[in-house]
Structures are given as C-alpha cells and as structure tokens.
C-alpha cells in the first residue's frame, strides 16, 4: 500500500460502546456503538476523518484557502471551517438557502469559525456559484482548494478505510456495520477498508437522500477510486455494496415520527444524543430492521455514530423533536 500524506487532528482511537439498555428495549441483538460524533474538531463527526487527508491533499498542493458547499445546517462544511482554522487556512462556505437574521447551531458555529458565508437561493445552482467563488479566489490570488461535497473524493473516502484499521485493532467484534450514508464517502471508505483490513462483518449504509439505484453505482466506483490512491487494485461492483433506502422517503432533512422516536430512545434508554437529520435517520433504520427480525439475535450489531448534533439546535429542529 502506497503512503499517502494525512494530517492528524482527529481523536482517535474514537470509543466503542456497548448499549445494552437500548438492545433490551428493543429486544434485539447486542447493539455497540462506534463514538465518531467525538473525532474532534468543533464537535467532530465523520468528516473530521475525512478532512485528515482532504487538508493534507490541499497543503500538498500549495492551498492557503479550503472552499467548500453544502446546505445553510451542514455538518461538513462546520467541520472544514474548522479545520481551515486549526490548520491556519482560509474558509469560504457556499451554503443553499437564505441566512436568517440570527444564525444558529452549524450556521452560527461557521462564523465563530472564522469562515466567510456565500448563499445561494437554490440547490440547482449551488455548484456554479461554487466555482464563481473558487475562480474569484484563485484570482485575488487566495490558493482555493475545492473540498469536494461532503468530503467525498477518493482522497477523503480514505479517512473511513483507515477507520476500519483502527477498528480491528480495537478488538472488538462485530456482524454489521449500519450507519447513515449520503454523499457517499463514508460508506465507500468503510468497504475499502473491509477488504484492506479483513473485517468479516457487513457494511450496510442506511440511505438518508438517495436512492439505492445511485447509491450503488456511486459507492462502488468511490470504493475502487480510493483504493487506487493507495496504489491497490480492486474491484468494487454496484452488487458488491449493501444499502437501504427504505427510510429517506419523507426527503433531506424531513423529520418524521421515525427519526422522533429514534432520538428519543437513544436519549432516555443510553443518554446518547443522536443528530435529527443523519444519525435520527439511521437509527430509525436500524430500530425497524430490528423490529422486523433482519438481524440474528446472536449477532453483534455495531451503530457508527457519524455525529450531526449540532443541528438539534437549529431554529428548524429545535422545536420540532
Ligand atoms: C455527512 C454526514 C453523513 C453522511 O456521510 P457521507 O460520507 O456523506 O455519506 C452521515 N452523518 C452525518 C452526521 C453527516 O454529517
């Protein structure tokens, strides 16, 4: 395996958990859970993994300034105002929606962070206003780096393959890997690492805004595009990746009864605190899949908690829960 440059900020090993009262709850399987909203970085999440070799990618390339987009309550882009600010670079965040008069939660924390906010009225036209701020920055001479959408390149999917090292060295076993995946990198990461490390269980993403039919495709061509950045030659097929997309029906960020019950028993049964959008997302997954007997009551069942807490202080989800 290739080296490949990778700045350290996270706090890792993040801990494994048991949660024993949310398993007798549901009457389920062993259920651990993987403490990636603790990785670091301004209240961490699974991008802080990621931004190791995204920012190390971007210093190799000269870049004083990371850009970066997503929506106005966006996890990632908090996390790369942080990292921009703990490696001593520039944040400009192009964000979809309208900035309301008093910022809160990930929005208010951006501009703690020290990053400069671009919105853009609507989705469809986010990424040409994002490359506008990237050709503005490169001209004002600012050295832009692009962080790709949620730190989903081949480069930042790494962050989540050597998640899987740490993991085995953890010793600890599990069946299954559930979490909640979305643009996509965290679920290739983790399949890239299988193969690399030798975890025996099964990595099944839990979809919160995709369908399965492009999920795959996309997860398996990140899997293999990040394994040749370490120089590895394999093969991942859109059959070789396990998703369900049972539970993203309401759409992004849409909260339902679902989610609701699913924060709340994390809550009161562990005094864990899931984030509405993401975690609430795959956790109700995860909640039904064991309601419906998908899993054997002998297996190990491992949650990866990808963070997202923040966002239950926004205006929009604060009351809503
Ligand atoms: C971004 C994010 C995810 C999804 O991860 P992807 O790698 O984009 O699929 C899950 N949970 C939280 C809290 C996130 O911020």
């Given at each position: 395996?290739?080296?490949?440059?990778?700045?350290?900020?996270?706090?890792?090993?993040?801990?494994?958990?048991?949660?024993?009262?949310?398993?007798?709850?549901?009457?389920?399987?062993?259920?651990?859970?993987?403490?990636?909203?603790?990785?670091?970085?301004?209240?961490?999440?699974?991008?802080?993994?990621?931004?190791?070799?995204?920012?190390?990618?971007?210093?190799?390339?000269?870049?004083?300034?990371?850009?970066?987009g997503?929506a106005l309550?966006?996890?990632?882009?908090?996390?790369?105002?942080?990292?921009?600010?703990?490696?001593?670079?520039?944040?400009?965040?192009v964000l979809t929606g309208a900035a309301p008069?008093?910022?809160?939660?990930?929005?208010?924390?951006?501009?703690?962070?020290?990053?400069?906010i671009v919105t853009v009225a609507e989705r469809k036209d986010r990424d040409r206003r994002?490359?506008?701020?990237?050709?503005?920055?490169?001209?004002?001479?600012?050295?832009?780096?692009?962080?790709?959408?949620?730190?989903?390149?081949?480069?930042?999917?790494?962050?989540?393959?050597?998640?899987?090292?740490?993991?085995?060295?953890?010793?600890?076993?599990?069946?299954?890997?559930?979490?909640?995946?979305?643009?996509?990198?965290?679920?290739?990461?983790?399949?890239?690492?299988?193969?690399?490390?030798?975890?025996?269980?099964?990595?099944?993403?839990?979809?919160?805004?995709?369908?399965?039919?492009?999920?795959?495709?996309?997860?398996?061509?990140?899997?293999?595009?990040?394994?040749?950045?370490?120089?590895?030659?394999?093969?991942?097929?859109?059959?070789?990746?396990?998703?369900?997309?049972?539970?993203?029906?309401?759409?992004?960020?849409?909260?339902?009864?679902?989610?609701?019950?699913?924060?709340?028993?994390?809550?009161?049964?562990?005094?864990?605190?899931?984030?509405?959008?993401?975690?609430?997302?795959?956790?109700?997954?995860?909640?039904?899949?064991?309601?419906?007997?998908?899993?054997?009551?002998?297996?190990?069942?491992?949650?990866?908690?990808?963070?997202?807490?923040?966002?239950?202080?926004?205006?929009?989800?604060?009351?809503?829960?």
């Amino acid at each position: 395996m290739n080296a490949i440059p990778r700045l350290r900020f996270a706090h890792l090993p993040t801990p494994i958990e048991d949660l024993p009262r949310l398993s007798a709850a549901l009457g389920g399987p062993r259920i651990l859970v993987k403490r990636d909203d603790q990785t670091g970085l301004a209240f961490g999440g699974n991008k802080t993994r990621k931004l190791e070799f995204l920012v190390a990618e971007a210093q190799a390339q000269g870049a004083r300034t990371l850009i970066s987009g997503g929506a106005l309550q966006s996890n990632h882009c908090r996390q790369t105002a942080a990292a921009a600010a703990r490696c001593g670079m520039a944040c400009i965040l192009v964000l979809t929606g309208a900035a309301p008069a008093r910022p809160s939660a990930n929005l208010l924390l951006d501009g703690w962070l020290g990053a400069r906010i671009v919105t853009v009225a609507e989705r469809k036209d986010r990424d040409r206003r994002l490359q506008e701020v990237f050709e503005q920055s490169q001209a004002a001479g600012e050295k832009p780096y692009l962080v790709p959408y949620g730190g989903s390149s081949p480069t930042g999917a790494l962050g989540y393959a050597f998640a899987v090292e740490e993991f085995m060295q953890q010793g600890v076993d599990a069946d299954w890997f559930v979490f909640g995946t979305s643009s996509g990198g965290t679920h290739a990461g983790l399949m890239l690492g299988q193969r690399l490390f030798g975890y025996g269980g099964k990595v099944l993403g839990i979809s919160i805004d995709e369908a399965e039919d492009w999920l795959k495709p996309h997860v398996s061509a990140l899997a293999t595009a990040a394994g040749e950045c370490l120089g590895e030659t394999i093969r991942f097929t859109p059959d070789d990746v396990l998703a369900d997309a049972s539970y993203c029906g309401a759409g992004y960020g849409v909260l339902t009864d679902a989610e609701r019950e699913a924060v709340r028993l994390f809550a009161r049964s562990e005094g864990l605190l899931l984030d509405p959008v993401y975690t609430g997302r795959a956790a109700a997954g995860l909640i039904n899949l064991v309601r419906k007997g998908f899993f054997k009551k002998s297996d190990t069942v491992l949650f990866w908690h990808t963070g997202g807490q923040p966002a239950l202080f926004s205006e929009q989800y604060a009351n809503e829960l």
